[in-house]
C-alpha cells in the first residue's frame, strides 16, 4: 500500500515556475514507477510527466517538454515537479500516481493556476 501527498500547487503569474512536490508512505515506494497527471475543469485527467523508479528515464508530454522536468527522491520517498514557463492552460489539478505492476495508488492533487 502506497499513499502520496501533493504539494506546492498555487497561483502564479503565466511565464512563472512551481515546484510540485509528491510525498509517499509505505515501504514499496522505491518500487513505484511515478508519474504526474493533471486535470483542468470539464476535461478528463492527463498525463504530464513520468520517472522511472531509480529515476533514470523520464518522459513528458509534448504539451510539457522542455518546460516541466520531473525528478525523485526514493530516500526521502518524494517525487517533484519543476514547472517552469507555465501557461494559462497549465491550470489544472496536479495529481501524481504510483504504478507497481498492474496497481495504481493516486494522491489528492494539487491546485495550479496560472494567471494571464
Known amino acids: 500500500q502506497v499513499q502520496l501527498v501533493e504539494s506546492g500547487g498555487g497561483l502564479v503569474q503565466a511565464g512563472g515556475s512551481l515546484r510540485l512536490s509528491c510525498v509517499a508512505s509505505?515501504?514499496?515506494?522505491?518500487?513505484?514507477?511515478m508519474g504526474w497527471f493533471r486535470q483542468a475543469p470539464g476535461k478528463e485527467r492527463e498525463f504530464v510527466a513520468a520517472?522511472?523508479?531509480?529515476?533514470?528515464?523520464?518522459y513528458y508530454a509534448d504539451s510539457v517538454k522542455a518546460r516541466f522536468t520531473a525528478s525523485r527522491d526514493n530516500a526521502k520517498n518524494t517525487i517533484y515537479l519543476q514547472m517552469n514557463g507555465l501557461k494559462p492552460e497549465d491550470t489544472a489539478v496536479y495529481y501524481c500516481?504510483?504504478?507497481?505492476?498492474?496497481?495504481?495508488?493516486w494522491g489528492q492533487g494539487t491546485q495550479v493556476t496560472v494567471s494571464s
Open positions: 500516481r504510483c504504478t507497481i505492476l498492474t496497481r495504481f495508488y
Open positions: 509505505g515501504r514499496t515506494f522505491s518500487s513505484c514507477n
Open positions: 520517472i522511472s523508479w531509480s529515476g533514470g528515464s523520464t
